[in-house]
Nanobody
Framework: QVQLVESGGGLVQPGGSLRLTCAASGSGLSIVVMGWYRQAPGQQRELVATVASVGTTRYADSMKERFTLSRDNAKNTVYLQMNSLKPEDTAVYYC??????????????WGQGTQVTVSS
């Protein structure tokens, strides 16, 4: 099993910044893609950003000018730097990976979610 541990959510004022961190772990871990999705109340879960093992990064159009996703391959960790936050960025942010351990098959995994609230 692949485990995802998220951190960094919280309350921030409009225009502020937050950094989310997600660390993946598992025996003999191999990762194809890793990143973040978000879900606001009453809304569907949507892509924020993902990064593939080959380095290709994909962003939602509405966030690519304000959010930056980076990856530390040695630590199996991704970082989402969110700047110029807006109230509409308020959501639960979920870490995502498509990965496998040495004795498992390729599967999609989700973190438990971390709340980001943008409010004055």
């Amino acid at each position: 099993q692949v485990q995802l541990v998220e951190s960094g959510g919280g309350l921030v004022q409009p225009g502020g910044s937050l950094r989310l961190t997600c660390a993946a772990s598992g025996s003999g871990l191999s990762i194809v893609v890793m990143g973040w999705y978000r879900q606001a109340p009453g809304q569907q879960r949507e892509l924020v950003a993902t990064v593939a093992s080959v380095g290709t990064t994909r962003y939602a159009d509405s966030m690519k000018e304000r959010f930056t996703l980076s990856r530390d391959n040695a630590k199996n960790t991704v970082y989402l730097q969110m700047n110029s936050l807006k109230p509409e960025d308020t959501a639960v942010y979920y870490c995502y990976t498509y990965a496998k351990t040495f004795d498992d098959t390729w599967s999609a995994y989700w973190g438990q979610g971390t709340q980001v609230t943008v409010s004055s």
